[in-house]
């Protein structure tokens, strides 16, 4: 069964600074991963998702991730941070079900943004 | 833009009520997904449904059932609420990509549901 572990449960940064939220997953086959962004009192956004090809791939906002299989990971990076981008985020692995892709997803990094 | 939405934001109930949680999707979409949303677990499937009256349990099936008599409306359906199962509920919804394209389903998500139980 795949899992996904997102070792950072709260971050903070500071405005204009660079931010990377970590993300690794457990799965046998080819991953098909997600990053997903929820605001406050708000549901989940999709920021961005990588199937095949390219292992940088560019999202919403302007974040972006990398897929490395070698480290079986797909962390998050952003290179300047805006007060706005302040919510919870969750990295997702699909894995195919009944219903297309069946999700399961890390535990969640709280970021918080110091002015 | 796809849409996804949820009868409630906030209820409260109180322990043994039976609870209805509703969603509709407005992209004529053949899967529907019901989560729960806990502090550090992320979420978590409850069940699922890839067509009208088909349903498939999910990591968490206990204490839920659920509806689908039309495919644009997911019912999460708490028999008996317990306060283990106060929670932030969320529905999403996908669509089957064509085969051979390489591509994989993206869920949308409602705006979640917080439940209280009492």
């Known amino acids: 069964a795949q899992s996904v572990t997102q070792p950072d449960i709260h971050i903070t940064v500071s405005e204009g600074a660079s931010l990377e939220l970590r993300c690794n997953y457990s799965?046998?086959?080819?991953?098909?991963l997600f990053w997903y962004v929820q605001s406050p009192g708000q549901g989940l956004q999709l920021l961005l998702k990588?199937?095949?090809?390219?292992?940088l791939v560019q999202g919403i906002k302007g974040f972006e991730a990398e897929f490395k299989r070698s480290q079986s990971s797909f962390n998050l990076r952003k290179p300047s941070v805006h007060w706005s981008d302040a919510a919870e985020y969750f990295c997702?692995?699909?894995?195919?079900?009944?219903?297309?892709?069946?999700?399961?997803f890390g535990g969640g990094t709280r970021l918080m943004v110091k002015p | 833009d796809v849409k996804v939405t949820q009868s409630s934001r906030y209820l409260v109930k109180r322990t043994g009520e039976k609870v209805f949680l509703e969603c509709v999707q407005d992209?004529?979409?053949?899967?529907m997904f019901w989560y729960r949303q806990d502090p550090g677990l992320g979420l978590r499937l409850i069940y699922f449904?890839?067509?009208?009256?088909?349903?498939e349990k999910g990591d968490i099936p206990e204490g839920y059932s659920v509806s689908r008599e039309k495919k644009e409306r997911f019912s999460l359906i708490l028999e008996s609420a317990s306060t283990n199962q106060t929670s932030m509920y969320l529905c999403?919804?996908?669509?089957?990509?064509?085969?051979?394209?390489?591509?994989?389903?993206?869920?949308?998500f409602g705006p979640g549901t917080r439940l209280l139980v009492l």
């Open positions: 999403a919804s996908s669509s089957p990509v064509p085969k051979g394209s390489g591509a994989r389903e993206t869920q949308y």
């Open positions: 799965y046998g086959a080819t991953p098909y």
């Open positions: 990588y199937f095949s090809g390219d292992t």
């Open positions: 997702a692995v699909g894995a195919l079900g009944n219903a297309g892709n069946m999700l399961t």
């Open positions: 992209m004529d979409h053949e899967n």
């Open positions: 449904s890839y067509d009208v009256k088909m349903k």
